[in-house]
């Protein structure tokens, strides 16, 4: 009974905490890579850990929000607010300091919930005050007067799990060598990852993982 009492009380100080555009004019173009950065709010001046999170579409967007990343800003300085087209000469050059995965959701995905004893972490002393919202804008049909507000939910708790938990992503370089030609049967396509990249980004012992998302271009 007491152990059914302290999981109450731990799921009492989960929290939702959005991360989302902020009425953005969707552009009428084909491809569109849209950028924003977010100030942590004050809460995370401790760490906290993510216990899943989930996609926040904007009714009238489910066509065009093809999929959606949060970046933590590892910059010391602060980054400063910002919000238009992730390769625009004028975005901030801090912006090139949110590299850190936090959310990675692609169309097609739901909620991504890490496992009892992991969590992913969030905010705590010297950890940064900043995130980056990417949203990539899929819209072939040239829409126009498109108003957008889609983001990515978390699910937080000051209650650290056993385990930090991260995010690994994989894969190749987005360019013409990497189509498939036409009416093949089979096309396949390898990447190896250099022992002096995992040996800087792996611990010795190695990983664990427990979950997968994949993710196409025009598939």
């Excluded at 939702?16 to 100030?39: A, E």
């Excluded at 072939?140 to 799990?161: K, M």
Aim: hydrophobic share 35%; proline share 8%.
């Amino acid at each position: 009974e007491e152990e059914e009492g302290e999981e109450r009380e731990a799921s009492e100080e989960e929290d939702g905490y959005l991360v989302s555009n902020d009425d953005v004019s969707v552009p009428s173009s084909d491809t569109t890579y849209w950028c924003s950065t977010h100030q942590l709010e004050d809460r995370f001046s401790s760490k906290h850990h993510v216990l899943s999170y989930s996609p926040s579409i904007s009714p009238g967007s489910e066509d065009l929000v093809h999929h959606m990343e949060v970046f933590h800003c590892a910059s010391q300085q602060d980054v400063p607010l910002w919000s238009g087209s992730c390769g625009d000469p004028a975005a901030p050059p801090a912006l090139n300091t949110c590299k850190k995965v936090l959310a990675a959701w692609a169309i097609g995905a739901g909620t991504f919930s890490y496992p009892p004893e992991a969590g992913l972490a969030l905010g705590g002393p010297g950890a940064g005050g900043t995130v980056m919202l990417e949203v990539h804008y899929n819209n072939p049909g040239l829409r126009a007067g498109v108003v957008d507000s889609s983001g990515i939910r978390f699910l937080v708790t000051p209650n650290l799990r056993r385990h930090d938990a991260g995010i690994l992503e994989l894969g190749l370089t987005y360019n013409d060598h990497m189509a498939v030609p036409p009416l093949q049967p089979a096309f396949p396509l390898s990447g190896v990852c250099s022992a002096q990249c995992t040996a800087v980004g792996l611990p010795r012992g190695g990983i664990r993982l427990f979950g997968s998302q994949l993710h196409t271009h025009g598939a």
